[in-house]
């Protein structure tokens, strides 16, 4: 491999973000392709019960993965489980705080404006179909769920995760929305020894990446279709957030372009429409 391919590499993907405890952010626009979005995990237990930070000029969204938490932001108050997230507006002061443990994933985008503070329900997103809901045929069947996205008033941020079938593909048929959005992935939920491959590619024959995947990791897709695919017996899970280029203006879910030669049959976000 290539220096220059090896120096695109390491800015496009991130081992084992998941390693921590405390809070750590692991991807930004200064250490990857992102032009907007950063990345990083809050971990905490008995050793590290809390952490407070400032967000500044970033909207902020959290996705909490396992466990549960107090979360203090400003004068608010709320407690969050498996699958809530929530919408934190930019200048905030945020204190999360767990009296067991908590795994909470965390999103910015840098915004000019301010947007509603927003709590989603995991119960409550499960009822609208728009949100959650099974796409694609034999093989490349996938379980979606949008934590925030048409939902929420927000200027970049489009968050939400993905549960493949064992063995099947996801991110099917393949797309890209490179002008209106960047996007990356976090796995998650994939205990060893489950593992997957992630393409990112404008032409097939040439892929600009096509690495193995495993829990903790993240990858970047700055262009180009990215399909992943699990391994047989096992499924796939991973967190996708995208940043908008214009804020509001590209903040749209499901418009894609579909590859060429795979589009007869639509892009499986249709229901993400409605």
């Known amino acids: 491999m290539s220096t220059q391919a090896m120096s695109t590499m390491d800015q496009m993907v991130f081992r084992k973000t998941n390693q921590h405890v405390g809070r750590r952010i692991s991807v930004t626009p200064a250490n990857s392709t992102n032009r907007h979005l950063s990345y990083g995990r809050i971990i905490l237990n008995s050793s590290q019960p809390s952490v407070t930070f400032t967000n500044r000029g970033q909207e902020t969204g959290l996705v909490c993965l396992s466990g549960s938490a107090h979360l203090r932001v400003g004068g608010e108050q709320f407690e969050v489980s498996q699958y809530d997230s929530l919408y934190i507006p930019r200048d905030r002061q945020i204190e999360v ?9 965390e999103f910015s985008s840098d915004v000019e404006q301010i947007y509603p503070l927003q709590v989603v329900r995991y119960a409550d997103l499960q009822k609208d179909p728009s949100l959650k809901f099974t796409t694609g045929k034999p093989g490349q069947q996938r379980h979606l769920n949008i934590c925030i996205g048409k939902n929420v008033d927000a200027g970049r941020l489009v968050l939400g995760f993905t549960f493949s079938e064992p063995g ?4 099917w048929p393949p797309h890209e929305h490179a002008q209106m959005l960047e996007e990356m992935y976090v796995y998650f939920n994939m205990p060893a020894p489950a593992y ?4 990112v590619y404008n032409n097939t024959e040439y892929p600009e990446l096509v690495v193995p995947v495993r829990d903790g990791d993240a990858v970047l897709m700055p262009n180009g279709y990215h399909p992943n695919v699990a ?12 940043a908008a280029h214009r804020e509001q203006a590209d903040r749209q879910f ?3 372009n579909v590859q060429p030669g795979f589009d007869q049959s ?6 993400s429409r409605r």
């Open 97 to 105: 705080r767990s009296g067991d443990a908590v795994d909470i994933a």
């Open 168 to 171: 099947n593909w996801t991110s």
């Open 196 to 199: 997957g491959l992630q393409l």
């Open 231 to 242: 391994i047989p017996g096992h499924s796939i899970g991973f967190l996708w957030a995208m």
């Open 254 to 256: 499901g418009v894609v």
């Open 266 to 271: 639509g892009s499986g976000l249709e229901a």
